[in-house]
């Protein structure tokens, strides 16, 4: 949830994934602003994958003042990584696959996340869901990301999305 949520300025007729994904790309890029991401991205139909990457790149940024990721904000070389696969999810045709339930191991430490913002929503409960049991977590694969299995990941890499046609 995030703290001050902006309602969508103009609707866009795209799938909520495509929306998401350039998105995405333009904020790790520092082309658009937060302010702007979370403009574009709006609500649409319930997408499990929309939901999970759109709160994943929430950590990301400053929800009080408009900036873009450069500079001091700037990603790291990991991060910019971690967001293309997440593009590369997004415009993939696959379903998240990962429970409610899932932990990462070491991805906060990596990401270089603000960790008061990680502990506010994480352990403070305010994405928890009261189905879920939270004394059993599932562990995620860190290396691949949103893709569920290396092999869906390889075969997203052969079929890239935004490079087409640029060799």
Same mark, same amino acid.
Request: with cysteine.
């Given at each position: 949830m995030k703290?001050?949520?902006?309602?969508?300025?103009?609707?866009d007729?795209?799938p909520?994934?495509?929306?998401?994904a350039?998105?995405?790309?333009?904020?790790?890029?520092?082309?658009i602003?937060?302010f702007?991401?979370?403009?574009? @991205?709006?609500?649409g139909?319930?997408?499990?994958?929309?939901?999970?990457?759109? +709160?994943?790149?929430?950590?990301?940024?400053?929800?009080?003042i408009?900036?873009?990721?450069?500079?001091?904000?700037? /990603? &790291?070389?990991f991060?910019?990584?971690?967001?293309?696969?997440?593009v590369?999810?997004?415009?993939?045709e696959?379903?998240?696959?990962?429970?409610?339930?899932?932990? &990462? /191991?070491?991805?906060?430490?990596?990401?270089?996340?603000?960790?008061?913002?990680?502990?506010?929503?994480?352990?403070?409960?305010?994405?928890r869901? &009261?189905?879920i049991?939270? +004394?059993?977590?599932? @562990?995620?694969?860190?290396?691949i990301?949103?893709f &569920?299995?290396?092999?869906?990941?390889?075969?997203? /890499?052969?079929?890239?999305?935004? /490079?087409?046609?640029?060799?």
């Amino acid at each position: 949830m995030k703290l001050f949520a902006r309602t969508k300025m103009n609707h866009d007729p795209r799938p909520a994934r495509v929306v998401l994904a350039e998105a995405m790309r333009q904020l790790a890029s520092g082309t658009i602003t937060n302010f702007e991401f979370e403009n574009r @991205i709006g609500t649409g139909p319930e997408d499990r994958a929309v939901h999970e990457l759109d +709160s994943f790149a929430w950590i990301f940024y400053d929800d009080f003042i408009e900036h873009k990721l450069r500079g001091r904000h700037r /990603l &790291s070389k990991f991060q910019r990584q971690v967001f293309a696969r997440c593009v590369m999810f997004l415009r993939s045709e696959l379903e998240y696959e990962y429970p409610y339930n899932a932990k &990462s /191991l070491w991805a906060h430490q990596r990401t270089g996340c603000n960790w008061v913002r990680y502990l506010f929503r994480h352990l403070i409960g305010l994405n928890r869901r &009261s189905d879920i049991d939270n +004394s059993r977590y599932e @562990i995620i694969d860190d290396r691949i990301w949103p893709f &569920s299995s290396r092999r869906d990941y390889n075969e997203a /890499l052969k079929h890239p999305v935004y /490079l087409a046609g640029t060799a």
